[in-house]
Each structure stands twice: as C-alpha cells, then as structure tokens.
C-alpha cells in the first residue's frame, strides 16, 4: 500500500493512502460509460427529433457532444471539489501533493495532460507514469503537482475536521486556533483519537502541546490533552458559527 505522508509546522504527520490503479481505473470506467450514456441520449432525443442532419447541424451535434464529454474531468473536480462522479463512487479524490485542496490551475493542468496521458498515447503513458511514479501520478499529475488518495482509508480524519458543539458549549478561549490550517487541525484530532494510548504517545502530546503554544504565542496551565481539545473546539467555533 503507497501512502502519502505530509508533515504539519507542529510535526504531526497525516497520511493520506494513494489510490490503487485499479481504484482508478475503475473510477475512469464509470465515468467514460457517463459520457457514453450523455452522448447517447443527446443522439436519441436531440439530435435525431432535430434532423440535424445538414453540414451544419452535423458539426452543431458533435460539438454538443464533445465539449461536455471532453471538458465533463475538469468541470467535475473544479466544482466537486477534486472528485468526478467514478471518483466518487470509488471514494477518490484529488488534492494537491502537500495535502491542501488543490487549486484551479492545478485541476486545468492535469486535465490539459489528460489529452496526452488519456488519448494520444491511448492510455499507455497513464499507466506506465503511474507504475513507476513513487505516488502513482500520471504525467498530468506530476506537472499539475497532485495526486489521487483513497479517502475511504481515512474518512474519519480527512473529511471530518469539525467538533459537534453543544448548545452550552463555552466562550473560545483561543483566537489564536485561526492560525492553524486545516492540515494542522486534521493532525491534532489525530492525535487525539490515537487509540491504545501509551506513555510514548502521552509524551509525544506534550510535546506538540508546547509547540503549540510556542508558535501561537499562547500562554496557559491546561493540562495538553485539555489544551488540544480546547483548540479544536474554539476551531469549530470560529469556522462553524457565523
């Protein structure tokens, strides 16, 4: 199994588990019988009702075609956050390598590889970048600087980075938690639902504790457990409620 580990400022590494190929592959097939289906019923219930059969209407019924399906990758993980709808059925997502989300540029660039990665190589230069890569990228990856993860492997850690907050739940204490990224909050609630806790972990929590509070400048006597617990809630404080 490749995985992807990131390390936070705090020293906390995340590890996200890359997407098998066959994940992928499978994630592709979905997606490429979407295309299929769409190509088909504009054919069925547009294009053939219409008798766009002229020159014109010919080239009007290829391009309704083409350009959704050839621009369906792109418009899908720009709008559904990295994630076309085969990826989603598989639980994939794409993200940049340093484990933020990924950004616009990002998805064009790998979605302009795809015609090389994807087409006129048939799929051969996908599959080969993607078995000797060290985090299975195909070429558009590798220029756009992401990577495929299985986020099934770690729902509870990447998608979930909020506290629920109770009705009566305090004040925040800590403005300063609005520092942190998403990738240190991920860490900390890692940290946090290690299970078998051991003194090597509790050692370790106190170490990140006063890392913490070096970095935010923050002074306090709370316990670190108390003190990690109170950061992610005052998180969710400021992130959550408006």
Do not use: C
């Amino acid at each position: 199994m490749s995985v992807l580990t990131v390390s936070t400022p705090f020293n906390i590494d995340l590890e996200f588990r890359i997407a098998p190929f066959h994940k992928r592959l499978f994630a592709w097939f979905l997606d490429l019988l979407l295309i299929i289906a769409y190509a088909y019923v504009v054919f069925r219930y547009v294009v053939q009702p219409l008798e766009l059969m002229d020159s014109l209407g010919q080239v009007a019924a290829i391009l309704l075609v083409m350009i959704p399906g050839y621009s369906y990758h792109l418009l899908m993980e720009v709008f559904m956050n990295g994630q076309s709808l085969g990826k989603m059925a598989m639980g994939l997502k794409v993200m940049d390598i340093s484990g933020q989300e990924a950004s616009f540029s990002q998805y064009l660039l790998r979605w302009l590889f795809r015609l090389f990665d994807m087409g006129i190589t048939m799929g051969s230069a996908a599959v080969l970048s993607a078995a000797l890569s060290r985090h299975s990228q195909r070429i558009g990856d590798m220029v756009a600087g992401t990577v495929v993860i299985d986020k099934k492997f770690r729902t509870d850690i990447y998608d979930t980075i909020y506290l629920d907050i109770p009705e009566d739940a305090s004040d925040p204490i800590f403005p300063e938690v609005m520092k942190l990224s998403d990738r240190d909050i991920n860490g900390i609630r890692n940290l946090l639902s290690t299970k078998g806790m051991n003194r090597d972990t509790e050692m370790y929590m106190e170490q990140v504790a006063v890392r913490i509070k070096d970095v935010l400048k923050i002074d306090t006597d709370m316990e670190p457990r108390m003190l990690l617990e109170q950061l992610l809630r005052d998180y969710n404080y400021y992130t959550g409620k408006k």
